[in-house]
């Protein structure tokens, strides 16, 4: 993308890491996927990430932050999860089985979109895995979720800017278009973020959740009560750190400024480069063409 690369490799964890490097394809750990958050996005998905890390001492891959701020290879992979859906045949299903395997291999949780919409196929991969899902209040939910599809929206029309901002923006719409009506039994327009869906998509993701993970499995939780709900749902001591906080606007947002940054530089150039192009070819007539060019024109 044309974005701050922070390192070589973009991490898979959230904010809190456990220090552990993240996964590439072909590489491989002794973690096995232990819990998985089916939280809606913006209902603490990074901040339980990254709570789950800490928790569990392994890497946790976010959906959304790998769409974001993932290598070409890891989007990718999440482009390849989009390509069967909707799923209608098993050899649609096998396909997306096979790329959520790729994607939470070697990670001890899993978190945000694309997980929160897989929740029956990754139970199939990880049967014996916890799922807990993230909570809050719906009108201050839908507020954020709005403002993130805003932000989305608001970098579409710069795509060409960078292959890897087109990516994300083909993960985004992919996810959403998809995958999302099939998961929970809406329709399309019940998912385009207008006011009048907000009910919907939030009450047909509970009911969605509830009706595909076995009774007794499920856990609700809220961000707002920190460690002890989390922690005793897994049955771990609370941890002497504080619960982590994490804010996805604040990872968004510089981003956003540098992309429109490159795309006014890159602008800038086209321009100058068409003007020297015109400037070059009328010169080149000039010279070949000599006088009698002129009195053509």
Not at 70 to 83: N, V, Y
């Amino acid at each position: 993308m044309a974005t701050p690369k922070a390192s070589s490799t973009p991490p898979l964890t959230n904010g809190a890491s456990s220090g552990r490097p993240p996964l590439e394809p072909g590489q491989h750990n002794n973690h096995t996927l232990k819990v998985i958050n089916v939280g809606l996005p913006r209902t603490g998905t990074t901040s339980v990430g990254a709570a789950l890390s800490i928790l569990l001492h392994g890497p946790v891959v976010d959906g959304g932050a790998l769409a974001w701020l993932g290598s070409a290879c890891q989007q990718r992979l999440l482009l390849e999860l989009i390509r069967p859906c909707p799923l209608r045949t098993l050899v649609d299903r096998t396909f997306a089985l096979y790329g959520l395997a790729r994607l939470t291999e070697g990670c001890v949780a899993a978190t945000d979109v694309p997980f929160c919409y897989f929740v029956e196929e990754l139970l199939q991969l990880y049967p014996r895995a916890t799922v807990v899902c993230t909570r809050r209040e719906r009108e201050s939910w839908w507020l954020s979720y709005k403002n993130l599809w805003w932000r989305i929206d608001d970098l579409a029309a710069l795509g060409w800017v960078s292959p890897t901002l087109r990516r994300f923006l083909d993960i985004q719409y992919g996810f959403l278009f998809r995958r999302t009506p099939q998961a929970v039994g809406i329709s399309e327009g019940e998912v385009e973020v207008v006011d009048g869906n907000r009910d919907a998509l939030y009450d047909a993701h509970e009911a969605y959740v509830r009706r595909v993970v076995p009774e007794g499995q499920l856990h609700f939780v809220d961000v707002r009560d920190g460690w002890k709900p989390l922690c005793d749902i897994l049955g771990l001591p609370v941890p002497d750190v504080e619960f982590p906080r994490e804010n996805t606007r604040q990872r968004m947002d510089p981003f956003q400024v540098v992309v429109k940054r490159r795309f006014i530089i890159r602008g800038v150039l086209l321009v100058s480069v068409g003007l020297g192009a015109c400037g070059g070819l009328v010169y080149l007539l000039r010279r070949a063409l000599g006088g009698y060019a002129w009195k053509l024109w």
